[in-house]
């Protein structure tokens, strides 16, 4: 528990009288502080204010899939004990806004019961991610809700609304958004740049954030890590002028850390003083760093005068504002939401909604002949599980602590109230060294030993082990100095822990083979392991030691024999939410690791009545189960239920009808870059990738069939699609159906989506034979584009394709629609032109630039650039005139409708523009001797348009940039400018 200095409350004020106004009350506050206490408050941890007699409330925690509450970060004592639903990825693939609402309220009752434990903690989480999830390899994969907009803003609005209820004053807990924006790369997501252009910007990435403010209410949203188009995401202010001016979002803190980051990994500024200035103005309120730095850099911005008592005044309201509405600063208790008690954790509710969410969250990937679910007649000593995943349940980062986990195979055997043969398919390896045995000894430590311990070896792919000894259920690891035993020593190989979890899960090894047959093992950062006199460490790159490592139970063949004989198999795979995709560490592969392939092949040759069951919060890319197994099934990990709720589905006692957030493609050869942010020219997601896929968007199966019957599509005032039509089960199980609706343009003027999805409905329990009807009011609005000429959304005047089905690749029903609407225009280039704003590009990113405009530079220095911009209209152009900049020297070739116009080669340090003749010698010299000291500059250059094609209609400028050459705007001109400063005679 952390130690709090007690001081004495002061309730006789008006910040604590719930009759004003929260501006009012806000108002005495930021008028009875100091300067100096202001600028101790603009940390996300807040302190107490003695002098007022205010207690502080800091900001944070976690809750991605219910409260994060295992305290082993925060100071805050034993663990508490919180419901655990199927991670994010898992609750959106139930595709059922209304549940997850309710997990959403029992998250934010339960935060309620904690903050009670630990008051001035956790009442405002930071949850959910909405980050669009345009790439399976992105570490932090189960965070987030899929791939597509709708159904990310959709569902992850109703988990805000859950978490803060619907009182038109008080919030039960407050909703942060995390990250703002175009965070989807681990690797290097402290320092590198998310180029999204306007289309990608408006259409895609904004657009969970939007839903999620205007419709879902988020109270608040962290910035990202990442630059976005140049600018840092802590220092956006596209976080001032479009979240809380446009969206009405009440506050922003930044990422953890994320203000040191600016100076160590961005090297943006020199000093953190600079950052907290320019964060502050952005509109990010609070600094989620150490508190004693956000306010000494807060002091130095201050005292350097580029940070004013307004600038924090403002912030501080923001803070707040929330922290009114969440009732923590009520003289009386008059929120709604704070009448909980410790029954209110773990209830039975709770644990009622976990299950049917971990039950709706299972998607039914394939099931051939009816394979599933399995024959009522089977018995237990029918079956065999097997696989790593089998008796397995993996901690997340974000995840709590549970008060109970089940596994399938604890879930099987309770159901069918007897054993099941289970063989998990890993070896077990002793290792030995210098001709003896290695072993765990009472300390923990691994050292010589004449019997060596035996490990159950698993292999996690890329060359990620992790080794667990058989005679103390303990993990091997290098011990970390700060956070293991009373005094270890930094980098001991020892086996402590029960779970392969921390930050940096010092539970990895790599196994590196050596040419005599021996390994040398390597921890997590690839240091070797040596040893000394100590024993066996593992911190610092030196030379390893060469350990022999034996199989003595070779786990496949075990797993092989287990299956022989049995009437069915269940084979258990998947992932680790720790190992190899997690917070900072991205995938480098969509395929199972080589091991559980290698089980696979062996155990459906040797019982083809093999079943997969995948646990992963990740697409993988299955070829050999689609062509060797049956039937599929999946779901994602870190619920309570995740076990019992599988066995339901598997046994038949549940039909499983959870559908695919995310497309899951054949081959990683499928994917552009993944630093590569253009979903639209990427070919990204369901919305634009044509090629051929596994699973579609929205796919899954269920244990019966359904019919799409009476379609009907009308439009509404202009505004509404209303659509209905009957589903009926046309099979002999009871099951639900999600019924989704999408759209797609028959003809546009630019690339649109191959269809999109609108809306959809979870339609529960329909009985055989029974028919349901079902009615959708759907905005026209959905198809809006962002027009680059006009640069607003709109809808496209013309005719679409609006059908129903069970995913984006089934057209059950389908129709088209006129629908009126918005042309796109013609670009008025007198007009400043943003660069960004083109139709087409290759080999371009986007930075920051000039006059608030962003700049587009050349990417591949060694290759062409091209920017395209259409319909243009040139009527009495003279001139084009483009800002460019070049510190190294490049160029620019203007090219109207095909036709050079002509270029610009150089730099825009040395280059001068002149009226006057040759310059003499000794000017010569001076031009020479003045570049020294010069630095590059935005510069217009101008190219004639004289000569260029003479059409009736729109042109299009094609710009072909090379080397060193970016451009923030373009725009045309009657005349040659007369306005640029010539070069003339002193007087």
């Known amino acids: 528990m952390t130690e709090k200095k007690e001081f004495q409350v002061n309730k006789n004020t008006p910040f604590w009288d719930a009759s004003l106004t929260d501006q009012e009350r806000i108002d005495w506050l930021l008028k009875e502080m100091t300067v100096e206490e202001k600028l101790g408050y603009l940390a996300s941890s807040s302190p107490d204010l003695p002098r007022l007699g205010i207690p502080g409330v800091s900001v944070g925690g976690e809750a991605a899939h219910g409260v994060e509450g295992r305290n082993d970060q925060n100071g805050l004592g034993k663990p508490d004990v919180t419901t655990s639903f199927p991670q994010p990825i898992g609750m959106s693939a139930s595709w059922d806004p209304e549940l997850i609402r309710q997990a959403g309220e029992v998250t934010g009752t339960e935060a309620r019961v904690v903050w009670h434990r630990h008051e001035g903690h956790g009442l405002s989480r930071w949850a959910p991610t909405v980050d669009l999830e345009r790439d399976p390899r992105w570490g932090r994969n189960e965070e987030g809700y899929g791939e597509d907009p709708v159904l990310t803003g959709k569902m992850a609005g109703a988990y805000i609304r859950g978490m803060q209820g619907d009182d038109p004053k008080y919030l039960r807990c407050a909703a942060t958004l995390k990250h703002f924006y175009g965070n989807n790369t681990e690797v290097g997501r402290g320092w590198k740049n998310s180029s999204i252009d306007p289309r990608n910007k408006y259409e895609l990435y904004l657009e969970p954030f939007r839903r999620c403010i205007e419709d879902g209410g988020a109270e608040g949203i962290m910035t990202a890590y990442n630059k976005i188009n140049g600018t840092i995401g802590i220092l956006n202010p596209e976080v001032t002028d479009i979240l809380k001016k446009q969206y009405g979002l009440r506050h922003v803190v930044s990422d953890g850390g994320a203000m040191g980051l600016v100076v160590n990994l961005h090297h943006y500024f020199g000093q953190h003083a600079e950052t907290i200035a320019t964060a502050l103005k952005a509109g990010v309120d609070a600094m989620s760093d150490d508190p004693r730095m956000v306010e000494q850099a807060a002091r ?50 709770a644990r009622e909604i976990c299950k049917e969410l971990s039950r709706e969250s299972i998607v039914l990937l394939k099931n051939e002949n009816g394979a599933l679910p399995l024959d009522k007649a089977l018995k237990a000593e029918d079956i065999a599980i097997v696989g790593p995943l089998g008796d397995a349940w993996y901690q997340d980062w974000y995840g709590g602590t549970a008060p109970y986990r089940t596994t399938f195979l604890q879930g099987m055997e309770v159901l069918k109230q007897e054993n099941i043969t289970f063989a998990d398919g890993l070896d077990r390896v002793v290792f030995r060294c ?97 040893r000394d006199a100590e024993g066996f460490f593992s911190f610092e790159q030196t030379e390893g030691i060469p350990i022999t490592m034996e ?70 890319t299955l070829q050999k189960a689609m062509e060797k197994l049956p039937a599929i099934i999946m779901s994602a990990t870190g619920s309570q239920d995740m076990g019992s709720a599988m066995a339901e589905a598997v046994l038949g006692i549940y039909a499983p009808a959870g559908r695919l957030n995310m497309t899951w493609y054949e081959s990683i050869d499928q994917l552009p870059d993944i630093d590569d942010y253009d979903i639209i020219k990427g070919k990204r997601t369901y919305r634009y990738f044509d090629g051929k896929v596994l699973y579609p968007f929205g796919y899954g199966l269920t244990y019966t069939t359904f019919a799409y019957e009476n379609y009907k599509v009308s439009l509404k005032d202009d505004r509404l699609l209303q659509i209905s039509l009957d589903v009926r089960n046309t099979g002999d199980t009871a099951s639900d159906e999600v019924v989704q609706i999408y759209g797609s343009a028959l003809e546009s003027c630019v690339k649109k989506p191959i269809c999109q999805l609108l809306d959809f409905v979870r339609v529960k329990n329909i009985a055989p034979g029974e028919t349901r009807h079902v009615a959708l009011e759907i905005p026209v609005e959905e198809l809006r ?119 610009f080669t150089g730099d825009t340090r040395t280059c001068e523009f002149r009226s006057a003749p040759k310059l003499d010698r000794y000017a010569e010299k001076e031009v020479k001797e003045r570049n020294r000291y010069r630095e590059p500059v935005y510069e217009d250059i101008e190219i004639s348009l004289a000569d260029r094609p003479q059409t009736d209609g729109a042109s299009e400028i094609r710009l072909v940039l090379k080397g060193d050459m970016r451009i923030c705007y373009l725009r045309v001109l009657k005349n040659k400018s007369t306005g640029k400063i010539q070069m003339g005679v002193a007087n």
């Open 300 to 349: 130095e911005a201050y005292e350097l005068g580029i940070l004013k008592e307004e600038d924090m005044d403002r912030s501080i309201r923001c803070m707040m504002e929330t922290k009114l509405r969440l009732g923590v600063y009520d003289r009386e208790n008059l929120n709604p939401y704070d009448r909980v008690t410790e029954d209110d954790i773990d209830s039975p509710k």
């Open 434 to 530: 210098d001709g003896k045995g290695l072993a765990v000894a009472e300390d923990g430590t691994l050292q010589m030993a004449d019997e060596p311990d035996v490990f159950i070896k698993e292999y996690w792919g890329e060359g990620s082990y992790t080794f667990k000894s058989v005679r103390t259920g303990k993990y091997l690891g290098a011990r970390l100095s700060e956070s293991q035993g009373e005094k270890p020593k930094m980098g001991q190989i020892a086996a402590d822990r029960e779970e392969a979890f921390d930050w940096f899960v010092m539970e990895i090894f790599h196994v590196e083979p050596q040419e005599d047959g021996s390994v040398v093992l390597t921890n997590r950062f690839h240091y070797p392991v040596y």
């Open 551 to 620: 199989v003595v139970e070779n786990g496949i063949e075990k797993a092989v024999a287990a299956v022989r004989g049995k009437k069915q198999v269940l084979l258990a795979l998947g992932c680790n939410s720790v190992i190899n995709a997690k917070e900072e560490i991205d995938r480098n592969t969509l395929e199972l690791p080589e091991e559980q392939e290698m089980l696979l092949d062996r155990i459906a040759e040797a019982n083809p009545n093999t079943v997969l069951v995948l646990f992963t919060n990740y697409p993988y």
């Open 785 to 903: 584009f962002y027009d680059v000429i006009s640069r607003r959304l709109i809808v496209e005047e013309g005719t679409y394709e609006i059908y129903a089905g069970a995913s984006c690749k089934d057209k059950a029903v389908s129709t088209e629609i006129f629908i009126p609407g918005g042309k796109r225009g013609v670009r008025d280039l007198s007009a400043f032109t943003a660069a960004d704003h083109y139709d087409d590009y290759e080999n371009m990113y986007l930075t920051e630039g000039h006059f608030n405009f962003k700049a587009v530079r050349v990417q591949d220095e060694t290759k062409d650039g091209v920017l395209v911009y259409r319909d243009c209209d040139l009527s009495d152009a003279a001139v084009l005139a483009l800002h460019v900049k070049s510190e190294r020297g490049g160029s620019v070739e203007a090219f109207v409708d095909g036709v050079s116009m002509g270029s």
